[in-house]
């Protein structure tokens, strides 16, 4: 059935403001922004006094309510297509780490037949792979007998068996001296970024020239600055054509180096990601990441030997300490969390902005100065909201 959303303030992504429109959708699809419209060919839902924003993409994360999608079942899956949605988080990149072939190519069967869009739960645009192809120095809560050297056929053959795209590759470049590899990445089609990696300065310059597109948690598993060696933290800092990533917990990055980060990165290349483990929306206790252990206590995940292992945040809560520490307004912040991360992936034609013929994924807030969740809307149809959904067996 039609509906229409009267009487809000609709973000319009091009010019980072709110304007007064109505909305109006049809079954899972935004149908038309008008300033006016005769209401009785709708269903009616009253906005007055509240904020319409895009549904919440986010492009890396591993799984949460004690799932990860290295090992959820279809069953599974599903059912943290219904958490994610409950945070806000209406589109995302299913998230793999470093696993076996015969894992990852397990996983990705799982993932794919999980992807038609359900309304009320978040849709599962693609496949993140975030291991194998790590430099050891950097591996972070990568398992290092896990990890492989660029192979240019096997990364064909995962592409070609994680199929459909969106293919999103993350990657150490220092290993691929000659390019090959990430050049059978971007000729796939997919998109490459990169990853735990301890590339200089211009090794990663060269990357972006070759077609690298993001940089995965900038800072995090990243060779550190030095004013001799800028590294690859800087060249994500300075690189105004790619797209950096940001985990903006308060633990992988400090906040004061989140707002050094937000004055250098243009506006519309800045990504906030969870890196979320399955741990995400569950209480503290004992899991795991691509098969290591890990520890969760007072929602801060590490591996057993003290390396942060993702984290237990979810995109919406990323949003509000994004503001909190730059001080930016709703307005300012919003793409970060949006149509950045859709432009990013290259899903910009189905989510990340509120406009005609994209998926009806949007939140409703009460305000935005201090922003709070009214009704989140996914694939056209209201998510029914509840504390949390987590697995009953460890």
Same mark, same amino acid.
């Given at each position: 059935?039609?509906? *229409?959303?009267?009487?809000?303030?609709?973000?319009? &992504?091009?010019?980072?403001?709110?304007?007064?429109?109505?909305?109006?959708?049809?079954?899972?699809?935004? %149908?038309?922004?008008?300033?006016?419209?005769?209401?009785?060919? /709708? %269903?009616?839902?009253?906005?007055?006094?509240?904020?319409?924003?895009?549904?919440?993409?986010?492009?890396?994360?591993?799984?949460? =309510?004690?799932?990860?999608?290295?090992?959820?079942?279809?069953?599974?899956?599903?059912?943290?297509?219904? &958490?994610?949605?409950?945070?806000?988080?209406? #589109? *995302?990149?299913a998230t793999l780490a470093s696993a076996p072939l015969d894992g990852l190519f397990a996983a990705a069967e799982r993932i794919n037949g999980n992807r038609t869009p359900k309304p009320g739960t978040a849709s599962i645009a693609g496949i993140h792979?975030?291991?194998?192809?790590?430099?050891?120095?950097?591996?972070?809560?990568?398992?290092?007998?896990?990890?492989?050297?660029?192979?240019?056929?096997?990364?064909?053959?995962?592409?070609?068996?994680?199929?459909?795209?969106?293919?999103?590759?993350?990657?150490?470049?220092?290993l691929d001296t000659e390019g090959s590899f990430i050049n059978t990445v971007t000729s796939f089609g997919a998109t490459y970024g990169i990853a735990h990696t301890?590339? #200089?300065?211009?090794?990663?310059?060269?990357?972006?020239?070759?077609?690298?597109?993001?940089? @995965?948690?900038?800072?995090? /598993?990243?060779?550190?600055?030095?004013?001799?060696?800028?590294? /690859?933290?800087?060249? =994500?800092?300075?690189?105004?054509?790619?797209?950096?990533?940001?985990? /903006?917990?308060?633990?992988?990055?400090?906040?004061?180096?989140?707002?050094?980060? =937000?004055?250098?990165?243009?506006?519309?290349?800045?990504?906030?990601?969870?890196?979320?483990?399955?741990?995400?929306?569950? @209480?503290?206790?004992?899991?795991?990441?691509?098969?290591?252990?890990?520890?969760?206590?007072?929602?801060?995940? #590490?591996?057993?030997?003290?390396?942060?292992?993702?984290?237990?945040?979810?995109?919406? @809560?990323?949003?509000?300490?994004?503001?909190?520490?730059?001080?930016? #307004?709703?307005?300012?912040?919003?793409?970060?969390?949006?149509?950045?991360? &859709?432009?990013?992936?290259?899903?910009?034609?189905?989510?990340?902005?509120?406009?005609?013929?994209?998926?009806?994924?949007?939140?409703?807030?009460?305000?935005?100065?201090?922003?709070?969740?009214?009704?989140?809307?996914?694939?056209?149809?209201?998510?029914?909201?509840?504390? &949390?959904?987590?697995?009953?067996?460890?």
């Amino acid at each position: 059935m039609r509906k *229409l959303f009267q009487g809000g303030s609709v973000f319009d &992504s091009s010019s980072r403001t709110f304007k007064k429109m109505n909305m109006i959708t049809d079954g899972a699809l935004i %149908e038309s922004l008008v300033p006016d419209r005769d209401p009785e060919d /709708c %269903e009616v839902i009253d906005c007055t006094g509240k904020f319409l924003v895009p549904g919440l993409v986010d492009v890396h994360t591993h799984g949460r =309510s004690g799932y990860d999608f290295i090992s959820a079942s279809a069953e599974q899956i599903d059912l943290m297509r219904r &958490s994610y949605a409950m945070k806000g988080t209406t #589109t *995302l990149m299913a998230t793999l780490a470093s696993a076996p072939l015969d894992g990852l190519f397990a996983a990705a069967e799982r993932i794919n037949g999980n992807r038609t869009p359900k309304p009320g739960t978040a849709s599962i645009a693609g496949i993140h792979l975030e291991g194998r192809y790590l430099n050891p120095e950097k591996k972070g809560a990568h398992a290092p007998e896990l990890l492989s050297s660029p192979d240019d056929g096997q990364i064909n053959t995962l592409l070609e068996r994680m199929c459909p795209l969106p293919i999103h590759v993350s990657a150490a470049p220092e290993l691929d001296t000659e390019g090959s590899f990430i050049n059978t990445v971007t000729s796939f089609g997919a998109t490459y970024g990169i990853a735990h990696t301890n590339a #200089t300065y211009e090794e990663a310059t060269e990357a972006v020239r070759r077609g690298a597109r993001s940089f @995965t948690h900038t800072f995090n /598993c990243m060779r550190q600055i030095h004013h001799r060696e800028p590294g /690859c933290a800087v060249c =994500s800092l300075l690189s105004d054509e790619a797209y950096s990533e940001f985990i /903006c917990d308060g633990e992988h990055v400090r906040p004061e180096m989140v707002v050094m980060a =937000s004055k250098m990165k243009p506006a519309d290349r800045f990504v906030l990601v969870t890196d979320s483990m399955e741990a995400a929306g569950c @209480t503290d206790g004992e899991y795991s990441i691509g098969g290591l252990p890990v520890t969760v206590k007072n929602g801060r995940a #590490t591996t057993h030997d003290g390396v942060l292992a993702g984290s237990t945040l979810d995109l919406f @809560t990323a949003l509000i300490n994004y503001m909190k520490f730059t001080g930016f #307004t709703l307005e300012e912040a919003l793409p970060a969390a949006t149509s950045n991360p &859709s432009d990013m992936v290259k899903i910009s034609d189905v989510c990340g902005r509120l406009l005609p013929g994209l998926r009806a994924d949007f939140i409703i807030l009460d305000n935005k100065e201090d922003p709070n969740i009214s009704e989140i809307y996914a694939a056209g149809e209201k998510v029914p909201l509840q504390r &949390s959904i987590e697995r009953t067996e460890k």
